[in-house]
Nanobody, 124 residues
């Protein structure tokens, strides 16, 4: 089994920054993909960024390019999401997800494992 635990969310003013963390435990995902998704109230869960653990290849959603950076520390089984230049439209619950696929996956149905989410609230 796999457990994913997010942390680092909170309240931040517009223009500020946060760094989210996701710690994985359980089976080895050294060749898999880890990703961040977000979901605002009443909205569909949407892709934010993904990274391949093996070589660090990553992909960001167009909406966050230049603002968010995904990274990983495989020794710590941790994936990060650095969020800069935040504004209220980024307010959402952010979820960590994982799969064992070697491809960089970007859609909800393709991820098998999910964390409980961490709330990010951006005030203006």
């Amino acid at each position: 089994q796999v457990q994913l635990v997010e942390s680092g969310g909170g309240l931040v003013q517009a223009g500020g920054s946060l760094r989210l963390s996701c710690v994985a435990s359980g089976r080895d995902f050294s060749s898999g993909t880890m990703a961040w998704f977000r979901q605002a109230p009443g909205e569909e869960r949407e892709f934010v960024a993904a990274i391949r653990r093996g070589d660090g290849m990553s992909r960001n959603a167009d909406s966050v390019k230049g603002r968010f950076t995904i990274s990983r520390d495989n020794a710590k089984n941790t994936v990060y999401l650095q969020m800069n230049s935040l504004n209220p439209e980024y307010t959402a619950v952010y979820f960590c997800a994982a799969n064992t696929n070697v491809f960089i996956l970007t859609t909800v149905p393709l991820f098998d494992y999910w964390g409980q989410g961490t709330q990010v609230t951006v005030s203006s």
